[in-house]
């Protein structure tokens, strides 16, 4: 294992791979400044750019996008008071009261700091995890390794936040879109209604740009103007941040542990894990009093946490092959894509690879943090512009970045349709998370299901000592979620019969300020329609060969049960409601709106080419809708064009085509 750590450190002094170290990093700055992307955006646009790269360079470029981008979501917490992502709100708390009373610089040091030494420390982590989990690995077999995939489906969905049940429908939902195409078993198409484009399946940087990237976009297009007042960052003050760091050194390790184990486990993600940090910074405090009003152990704990908690994410999505959040999931496709089965097969046959991923890392964090305190006051001034300046630019690339996978048209407009999907679970409070864990698991689920089915008599397998140890892992948190429900149920029996919240909320990375409409006749239209999907796909499958038909029927069918489940649950809810159901919002109408429009910007690529669908859109979304002025659109859309003609000559990168050539 030492051989295979040093080779890996000695690969990275190779020019190309530092290339694409760094600017991974830099692009991980800046993406971290961009409310509801996060690493979840991050890797999903650059993830396009690494096909046809080799291995090694491609996960240079996207660990140091994921190891930096919760350095830098800080800073508009601090001089903003409005976070980059959900998991920097702990850190506003403390950071935007010390910046108020001019002290921005200290608390940024001491943000930048922590979240550097997270960083460090969880590849630490990720490297002790390497030689104890290796023999356990290797004696896995298909029963194991198919428990593990269902694993981390269910985990993911009964651990994230909200209803138990809801989590479980897009978990199954995410495996049958993952199952449209060839059948791993079989060579027989499947869900593909005819169609040759459908036959290779669906591309994952499409699935996950539509559900999280134009989702996002779709719920934050209408922001014009940023509310809060920009703190300046005159005086001193990094040096005082520096010092005072060191004195905190406990609560930095402390953090950081917090921080792994919120990784590892499937679902939980970067906001539980800073919240758990922030609880434990208050719990041993001796002096309480000046938490959210400026104590640095606010901010140092946090902070520490959630860069820990992305490397703590790589230890079950590497070693175990069950991707931990949204962006290991993403991962976990693209070794999947290059050949490279996450477990037994990376420990003994790509264990330089591992030790690659983590000494890029453990680098990244140090660099990051270093350009942090350089770039400040440039990256200051990128939290001020308004999302809705960013949409249509940010638009152009997830559609441009998506096209690269396959190169077809198709992609984009699945991309669009799914995009719909996530903003309607963003909006009805369906975690999305799952969905994407259960498509990226799909394909290796149904491997090892028909493996396990071949080679054991029965449910024998399910008496290996593996196995058993797996239930007992899935089993027991849908107990306590049980447990949890019929015990708040009790309570709400006792207050006179007051609505009952939903179940085991947890907070992730891409989750924040969703649920407007899951109150309401869209819930239940939610779970009704994806349970006639179920219906449908059940009755397709008949048509399909036995050893074809074995994943779709077992989806299909848990996926009914569970969405029937749901149903009634909304239907309880409406009766039991003394207010009338909220009716049409704002909100829904400026989705409505974006949604034409992306499809009104496809139509154009399609008639006019890339180039100038760019050219009439950008300027067009600037005008009408950002209310930008008539300079800004004309400087935008000039830069915007000259970087759209670079990139094919810089990178491996293919523009579309008008259907007329």
């Known amino acids: 294992m030492l051989d295979a750590a040093l080779a890996a450190l000695q690969s990275l002094a190779q020019?190309?791979?530092?290339?694409?170290?760094?600017?991974?990093?830099?692009?991980?700055?800046?993406?971290?400044?961009?409310?509801?992307?996060?690493?979840?955006?991050?890797?999903?646009?650059?993830?396009?750019?690494?096909?046809?790269?080799?291995?090694?360079?491609?996960?240079?470029?996207?660990?140091?996008?994921?190891?930096?981008?919760?350095?830098?979501?800080?800073?508009?917490?601090?001089?903003?008071?409005?976070?980059g992502s959900a998991s920097a709100s702990v850190t506003m708390l403390d950071g935007y009261s010390m910046a108020k009373k001019g002290q921005a610089k200290r608390a940024l040091s001491l943000a930048f700091l922590s979240s550097m030494a997270g960083g460090l420390i969880g590849a630490l982590g990720l490297t002790l995890a390497?030689?104890?989990?290796?023999?356990?690995?290797?004696?896995?077999?298909?029963?194991?390794?198919?428990?593990?995939?269902?694993?981390?489906?269910?985990?993911?969905?009964?651990?994230?936040?909200?209803?138990?049940?809801?989590?479980?429908?897009?978990?199954?939902?995410?495996?049958?879109?993952?199952?449209?195409?060839?059948?791993?078993?079989?060579?027989?198409?499947?869900?593909?209604?005819?169609?040759?484009?459908?036959?290779?399946?669906?591309?994952?940087?499409?699935?996950?740009?539509?559900?999280?990237?134009?989702?996002?976009?779709?719920?934050?297009?209408?922001?014009?103007?940023?509310?809060?007042?920009?703190?300046?960052?005159?005086?001193?003050?990094?040096?005082?941040?520096?010092?005072?760091?060191?004195?905190?050194?406990?609560?930095?390790?402390?953090?950081?542990?917090?921080?792994?184990?919120?990784?590892?486990?499937?679902?939980?993600?970067?906001?539980?894990?800073?919240?758990?940090?922030?609880?434990?910074?208050?719990?041993?405090?001796?002096d309480k009093r000046n938490f959210g009003k400026g104590d640095p152990r606010g901010i140092v704990g946090p902070e520490s946490a959630n860069n820990s908690v992305e490397a703590g994410d790589l230890i079950p999505t590497l070693l175990f092959g069950i991707p931990g959040g949204v962006p290991s999931a993403m991962l976990l496709g693209m070794l999947l894509t290059y050949g490279i089965q996450p477990g037994p097969s990376i420990v003994s046959e790509h264990l330089d690879l591992m030790y690659l991923i983590?000494?890029?890392?453990?680098?990244?964090?140090?660099?990051?943090?270093?350009?942090?305190?350089?770039a400040t006051p440039a990256l200051a001034k990128l939290t001020k512009v308004p999302f809705a300046v960013l949409a249509p630019g940010l638009l152009a690339i997830m559609l441009l970045g998506a096209f690269q996978e396959g190169g077809q048209i198709g992609d984009l407009w699945i991309m669009i349709v799914l995009g719909a999907v996530g903003w309607l679970f963003k909006a009805t409070d369906f975690p999305r998370a799952p969905f994407l864990i259960g498509f990226v698991l799909a394909i290796p689920m149904e491997r090892y299901y028909y493996l396990t089915e071949s080679l054991y008599d029965g449910l024998g397998w399910m008496a290996r000592p593996g196995v058993l140890v797996f239930l007992a892992i899935l089993i027991g948190p849908a107990l306590w979620a049980l447990f949890k429900a019929i015990r708040a149920r009790r309570k709400v029996s006792a207050d006179d019969g007051h609505r009952l919240g939903d179940d085991l909320r947890h907070d992730d990375d891409e989750e924040e300020g969703e649920g407007y409409l899951s109150d309401s006749p869209w819930s239940l239209a939610a779970s009704v329609g994806m349970a006639a999907i179920f219906v449908a796909a059940l009755v397709a499958a008949q048509s399909f060969s036995s050893g074809a038909q074995l994943m779709p029927r077992l989806v299909a069918v848990g996926g009914l049960l569970v969405c029937l489940v749901r149903i009634v649950q909304e239907l309880r809810a409406r009766r039991a409601r003394t207010t009338p159901a909220p009716g049409w919002r704002p909100e829904v109408g400026v989705a409505l709106v974006t949604f034409v429009g992306m499809a009104f910007f496809l139509a154009l690529v399609m008639l006019t080419g890339y180039l100038a669908a760019v050219l009439l859109f950008v300027p067009g979304v600037l005008l009408y809708v950002a209310r930008a002025r008539p300079k800004t659109v004309v400087i935008y859309g000039v830069v915007f064009a000259l970087v759209v003609l670079a990139l094919p000559t810089l990178l491996p990168v293919d523009l579309p085509r008008s259907i007329f050539g």
Not at 246 to 274: E, F, K, M, S
């Open 358 to 374: 983590i000494w890029c890392f453990a680098i990244a964090s140090v660099v990051g943090a270093f350009f942090c305190f350089l």
């Open 130 to 286: 390497v030689p104890l989990a290796r023999p356990l690995v290797l004696s896995f077999a298909s029963p194991e390794l198919f428990m593990l995939t269902v694993l981390g489906v269910a985990l993911a969905a009964v651990l994230s936040r909200g209803n138990v049940a809801k989590g479980l429908a897009t978990g199954f939902l995410g495996l049958l879109l993952g199952l449209v195409g060839m059948s791993p078993t079989t060579a027989e198409e499947r869900f593909t209604f005819g169609s040759l484009f459908l036959g290779d399946g669906l591309s994952l940087v499409a699935v996950a740009l539509g559900i999280f990237g134009l989702a996002e976009i779709a719920t934050r297009v209408n922001q014009r103007v940023v509310d809060r007042d920009m703190v300046t960052l005159g005086g001193a003050g990094w040096g005082a941040g520096i010092r005072e760091w060191l004195t905190h050194w406990t609560q930095v390790i402390r953090g950081a542990l917090i921080g792994i184990w919120a990784g590892v486990l499937p679902g939980v993600g970067a906001t539980a894990g800073t919240w758990l940090a922030y609880g434990q910074a208050v719990a041993t405090a001796k």
């Open 15 to 83: 020019p190309s791979l530092l290339l694409m170290l760094f600017a991974g990093v830099v692009a991980g700055l800046v993406m971290g400044l961009i409310p509801g992307l996060g690493g979840t955006g991050a890797v999903a646009i650059l993830l396009p750019i690494t096909f046809g790269m080799d291995p090694s360079q491609a996960f240079a470029l996207l660990i140091g996008a994921l190891a930096v981008v919760h350095t830098s979501d800080t800073v508009s917490a601090v001089l903003l008071g409005a976070p």
